[in-house]
T-cell receptor, first 114, second 114 residues
Framework: DTEVTQTPKHLVMGMTNKKSLKCEQH?????MYWYKQKAKKPPELMFV???????INESVPSRFSPECPNSSLLNLHLHALQPEDSALYLC?????????????FGAGTRLSVL | AQTVTQSQPEMSVQEAETVTLSCTYD???????LFWYKQPPSRQMILVIR??????QNATENRFSVNFQKAAKSFSLKISDSQLGDTAMYFC???????????FGDGTTLTVKP
C-alpha cells in the first residue's frame, strides 16, 4: 500500500470559518509534509513533521495550524483564511527525512476561500 | 541555498516519439539526490525516477531515463516511446543534506499528441 489519503477532496469555506484537512498513511512512514500548490506552479513547502514532531515551519501564517496526532495522521487546521489561500493543499509522506527518501503524495484538497 | 531551473514551461511530443525535458540545478553540497516527479491533470504526483549524486551511472526506469551531468549540474529526463498517459506536469526536484526539504523546479507541462 503506497497510498496517502487526503480528505476532503474539495472544500469551500468563508473567511470566518474553521475547517480541517486530514491526511492519512499506513506505510509506516515517519516524515509527513504539507504543501500548498497554486495552478501551474510547483508545490511550496509549508510544514514538515518528523517522528510526530514539527521540524520545519516555513514561516506560514498562523491561520494555518498543523497537527500530527500519531505517526499515521496529519491534520491542517484552517481559521480566518483569506481568498489568496485558495489552492491545492498536498500532503506527502516519506520513510524518514533522509536525503534519499521518495515522497509519496496524496491527491490533495482543493480549497476555495470565499 | 540550492536552486532548480526548468527552462521549458511547455513541451509537446507525438505519441511513440522521444522527448527530453531539461533541468539544471545549483548547489554547493556533495551529497544529494535528484528526482523527477510527474503530476497528471487532476491526479496525484508520483515519482518517475531518482538519481543519487554519487552514482555515475544514469538511472533508468522502463521508458524513462536520465542524463545526469554532475559537473554541469544538469539532470535531464528522456521519455522514450511517449504514450498518451505521459501527459502531465513534470517537476525536477533536489534534496540535499538539509533533509526533508526538497527544492522543486517550476515544472514542464508535457502534452503527448495522438
Amino acid at each position: 500500500d503506497t497510498e496517502v489519503t487526503q480528505t476532503p477532496k474539495h472544500l469551500v469555506m468563508g473567511m470566518t470559518n474553521k475547517k480541517s484537512l486530514k491526511c492519512e498513511q499506513h506505510m509506516g512512514h515517519r516524515a509527513m509534509y504539507w504543501y500548498k500548490q497554486k495552478a501551474k506552479k510547483p508545490p511550496e513547502l509549508m510544514f514538515v513533521y518528523s517522528y510526530e514532531k514539527l521540524s520545519i515551519n516555513e514561516s506560514v501564517p498562523s491561520r494555518f495550524s498543523p497537527e500530527c496526532p500519531n505517526s499515521s495522521l496529519l491534520n491542517l487546521h484552517l481559521h480566518a483564511l483569506q481568498p489568496e489561500d485558495s489552492a491545492l493543499y498536498l500532503c506527502a509522506s516519506s520513510q524518514s527525512r533522509g536525503v534519499k527518501n521518495i515522497q509519496y503524495f496524496g491527491a490533495g484538497t482543493r480549497l476555495s476561500v470565499l | 541555498a540550492q536552486t532548480v531551473t526548468q527552462s521549458q514551461p511547455e513541451m509537446s511530443v507525438q505519441e511513440a516519439e522521444t522527448v527530453t525535458l531539461s533541468c539544471t540545478y545549483d548547489t554547493s553540497e556533495n551529497n544529494y539526490y535528484l528526482f523527477w516527479y510527474k503530476q497528471p491533470p487532476s491526479r496525484q504526483m508520483i515519482l518517475v525516477i531518482r538519481q543519487e549524486a554519487y552514482k555515475q551511472q544514469n538511472a533508468t526506469e522502463n521508458r524513462f531515463s536520465v542524463n545526469f551531468q554532475k559537473a554541469a549540474k544538469s539532470f535531464s529526463l528522456k521519455i522514450s516511446d511517449s504514450q498518451l498517459g505521459d501527459t502531465a506536469m513534470y517537476f525536477c526536484a533536489f534534496t540535499g543534506t538539509n533533509a526533508g526539504k526538497s527544492t522543486f523546479g517550476d515544472g514542464t507541462t508535457l502534452t503527448v499528441k495522438p
